[in-house]
């Protein structure tokens, strides 16, 4: 690749037709920067001196390409081999710089899948999200966590496969209330169940999760055949009903077709500048569930957004990260459909179809999607103007210059003084940004001494923001009274930041919720709301937010303690020791429990080291 750089010093002085007559005809990625040199645009081309050149005839039929061409003040464009490879650059650019002027969607999370543990004696089924390090089958990926579960739940009905941790199931003697209630088979106590009898179930579930329901449905409806004509009435009933759940899944979906490809339905909608895009999976000719997409940054919409390039946009930055199925279904055929194509073929190694709705089937898929998407804009819509109601009601209380659109809350968590944590949540435009949480180990403070605490939260946080130039909230929310109030306003006084509104919560009386009392620096009298006030309630939630962060991290921080300073107190164990054996039991108290023969089997621990660890917990003869 090759970069070839308009004059960004002198921006003012960009001679956009003398540009233009030195541009390079090859592919590549144009970067459009204004006067400040900030980047607003960022583009593929095949032809970069044809596309460039277009952006500045003398008129366009776009509001959005008007205003932003007006703003240019130069342009840096990377030469690339391919458009292939322009498109995966500039899919990289806009993650990294996300330009005002580029559709951009938030696609951060990784998706959950069901894990099978094919490698073990007595598989299990479980939930699971990263990286996929353990030997096993992985079915998925679900669309949220969500359709994970009700899967998990529908197939312990239909087929008693353990769904527990392998340190439950390790250490077992008596069968769990999950057997007790037809949930699981007991593979952890011998003689409930035989071995071949659980693999079949562990089979017949590995099958519906490819796809072959149908296969299970038919090889069970010959067992209960057989069943009935040997007088086994009782064995007949029993797979009668795990065909009966087994279609009674299938009906809730759309298309049952033995041998489906993976297929994702794409549907768009918009309504009031704003845009929904509605993903829909299935895998196995199964409706495995769906997910709703908002693109951030369209704020510059004046009339209909181009669908075409939102749903490019879409494809693009989703599937970077995310599993590419063999079809992908579009209400409409893109201009640079077959770019797309070859893209997600080489991701998937395999090929990648892009297709619009032609046959009844397909028809009816993408009206499904579509419904989804109307009613999930809908329902953004109408919780967005909440949230800003909300904004606005907290902004006539505290009587500040504008809705709060970034707030900032901190607390302190600790136990008598020890391990003592402060949390501080972020919120966006009315809702949790966990992305932007930061937790801060308090240090150098009296035990208890939640003021200090709150000071040292606070100058370290706002004294880094300032340092390296980033963005200060538009209201700062501290958890207490008066005293935790003089802390913040002492804080950004010696740090010169006075001008940041600011305003404490303390509990009301009998500490009950919607009694809260607000204080600010210029009403140290207090705000008494009614319990039933928006702004209160927004108060409250980012308060209950940053509680809850803060004594989760206050106990990750104190369960560590506890489990290290245990097992680093015994001469002899190491870190990896240590490591082996907390994977190997799943916790300190059943290390603590664990006779010398257990601790003896785990992998590096000899019997000198197993000797140690037993009369450390037990007392030496």
Request: glycine share 6%.
């Amino acid at each position: 690749m090759r970069t070839e750089n308009s004059d960004l010093e002198n921006p003012h002085q960009f001679d956009i037709d003398a540009y233009l007559k030195q541009l390079t005809q090859r592919p590549g990625v144009y970067r459009m920067y204004n006067q400040h040199g900030k980047i607003i645009y960022v583009g593929k081309a095949k032809n970069l001196k044809r596309r460039v050149s277009s952006y500045f005839k003398k008129s366009h039929d776009e509001i959005k390409t008007s205003v932003m061409v007006a703003q240019v003040a130069s342009i840096e464009v990377t030469v690339t081999d391919t458009e292939s490879e322009a498109l995966i650059l500039e899919n990289t650019l806009i993650k990294r710089h996300k330009p005002k002027y580029n559709i951009l969607f938030r696609d951060d999370k990784s998706y959950p899948y069901i894990f099978v543990s094919t490698g073990k004696e007595f598989p299990s089924l479980s939930y699971h999200r990263g990286a996929k390090r353990k030997v096993g089958r992985y079915f998925g990926p679900f669309p949220n966590a969500s359709a994970v579960h009700q899967t998990l739940q529908a197939l312990q009905k239909i087929f008693p496969v353990r769904q527990c941790a392998e340190s439950v199931f390790n250490h077992r003697s008596r069968p769990c209330l999950q057997y007790q209630i037809k949930r699981c088979s007991g593979p952890c106590v011998a003689g409930l169940v035989s071995k071949q009898e659980y693999d079949e179930d562990v089979r017949h579930t590995l099958m519906f999760l490819e796809g072959k329901s149908f296969d299970v449905i038919e090889e069970l409806g010959r067992k209960m055949e057989q069943a009935s004509e040997q007088l086994e009435f009782e064995q007949a009933a029993h797979y009668r009903d795990k065909v009966s759940a087994l279609r009674a899944i299938q009906s809730q979906h759309l298309i049952n077709q033995p041998g489906a490809k993976d297929m994702d339905v794409l549907a768009i909608t918009q309504q009031a500048n704003q845009v929904c895009v509605c993903l829909m999976m299935y895998r196995g000719g199964n409706l495995w569930g769906s997910e709703h997409y908002y693109p951030k940054q369209l704020e510059w919409l004046e009339h209909k957004v181009d669908e075409a390039a939102v749903l490019s946009a879409f494809i693009t930055q989703h599937y970077e990260h995310h599993p590419v199925p063999a079809i992908v279904l579009l209400p409409a055929q893109l201009p640079e459909q077959s770019l797309l194509e070859g893209w997600l073929s080489e991701k998937r190694q395999q090929k990648v179809k892009i297709q619009q709705p032609v046959q009844q089937t397909a028809k009816g898929l993408m009206q499904l999607a579509t419904t989804n998407a109307i009613s999930g804009l809908k329902q953004h819509l109408g919780q967005k103007a909440s949230q800003y109601e909300r904004l606005q009601a907290l902004q006539e209380v505290l009587a500040l210059a504008q809705p709060p659109q970034h707030m900032e809350c901190f607390d302190i968590s600790h136990t008598q003084g020890s391990h003592t944590i402060a949390s501080c949540v972020v919120f966006k435009d009315g809702v949790p940004n966990t992305q932007l949480y930061r937790k801060f180990n308090i240090e150098g403070v009296q035990a208890g001494d939640d003021y200090a605490a709150m000071y040292q939260a606070l100058e370290r946080r706002y004294s880094r923001i300032k340092k390296e130039g980033g963005a200060l909230p538009d209201l700062i929310v501290v958890d207490g009274g008066k005293g935790q109030l003089n802390q913040a306003i002492e804080v950004l006084k010696s740090l010169e930041l006075e001008s940041v509104p600011l305003v404490s919560v303390a509990k009301g009386e009998g500490r009950k919720a919607g009694l809260e009392i607000l204080y600010t620096p210029y009403n140290v009298e207090g705000i008494d709301l009614e319990s039933d006030d928006m702004a209160l309630h927004l108060i409250n939630y980012i308060r209950d937010e940053a509680h809850r962060f803060a004594i989760t991290q206050h106990r990750a921080k104190r369960t560590k303690a506890q489990t290290s300073s245990s097992l680093e107190a015994i001469e002899g164990i190491g870190p990896k020791t240590r490591k082996t054996l907390l994977l190997h039991f799943g916790g300190l108290n059943e290390i603590k429990n664990a006779s010398m023969q257990e601790l003896s089997k785990v992998k590096g621990v000899s019997k000198d080291k197993a000797q140690k660890i037993y009369d450390f917990f037990h007392g030496s003869l």
